[in-house]
T-cell receptor, first 116, second 113 residues
Framework: AQSVTQLDSHVSVSEGTPVLLRCNYS??????LFWYVQHPNKGLQLLLK??????LVKGINGFEAEFKKSETSFHLTKPSAHMSDAAEYFC??????????????FGKGTSLLVTP | GAGVSQSPSNKVTEKGKDVELRCDPI?????LYWYRQSLGQGLEFLIY????????KSGLPSDRFSAERTGGSVSTLTIQRTQQEDSAVYLC???????????FGPGTRLTVT
């Protein structure tokens, strides 16, 4: 079984400062890991994905995440926050194919607040 | 191109009524997933279709829930005798059935009064 734990339910940063959203994963085999973002009253949008290629993954809107097997972590970062980054962020894991296909297991989410 | 569409976007229903939620996946995507997003449970997987078949229905919350997919395209999630705890946003996603990104629809917000 695979799961993810998002270590912070809320993160607040000032505009222009770095963003760090933390995620640890648990998986008995090499997982596929994702970060999704959900803006208020909007659908889920994929930010980036890791599928056993490069460990540093670049996504949209300047976000990055680094897969660290030794730490079982997949933290999301961005050098400089924008007001438009305020949203709910989900760390997600998918395992190998099963009767559930490649069903996604979502973390509880981290709400990012960006202040002027 | 067109993304995943869902209808209705909002549905308010009285307790005990049946509801049908529709998902129209991206053309050519063979895999289709239903998820539920609720305050208490977060985002949880409900059911997966490969083509028209669902290999495992055990993720559905109760036997009041059923889902079907016809023609390898549109899927319908049906909730019979709705209860207040069914209130949630129901999300549909489709993919090419590889461990890559799933594309999500905007969801149907269901409110049971």
């Amino acid at each position: 079984a695979q799961s993810v734990t998002q270590l912070d339910s809320h993160v607040s940063v000032s505009e222009g400062t770095p963003v760090l959203l933390r995620c640890n994963y648990s998986s008995s085999y090499s997982p596929s890991l994702f970060w999704y973002v959900q803006h208020p009253n909007k659908g889920l949008q994929l930010l980036l994905k890791y599928t056993s290629a490069a460990t540093l993954v670049k996504g949209i809107n300047g976000f990055e995440a680094e897969f660290k097997k030794s730490e079982t972590s997949f933290h999301l970062t961005k050098p400089s926050a924008h007001m438009s980054d305020a949203a709910e962020y989900f760390c997600v894991v998918s395992g190998s194919y099963s009767n559930s296909g490649y069903a996604l297991n979502f973390g509880k989410g981290t709400s990012l607040l960006v202040t002027p | 191109g067109a993304g995943v569409s869902q209808s209705p976007s909002n549905k308010v229903t009285e307790k005990g009524k049946d509801v049908e939620l529709r998902c129209d996946p991206i053309s050519g995507h063979t895999a289709l997933y239903w998820y539920r997003q609720s305050l208490g449970q977060g985002l949880e997987f409900l059911i997966y279709f490969q083509g028209n078949s669902a290999p495992d229905k055990s993720g559905l919350p109760s036997d009041r829930f059923s889902a079907e997919r016809t023609g390898g395209s549109v899927s319908t999630l049906t909730i019979q005798r709705t209860q207040q705890e069914d209130s949630a946003v129901y999300l549909c996603a489709s993919s090419e059935n590889r461990p890559l990104e799933q594309y999500f629809g905007p969801g149907t917000r269901l409110t049971v009064t």
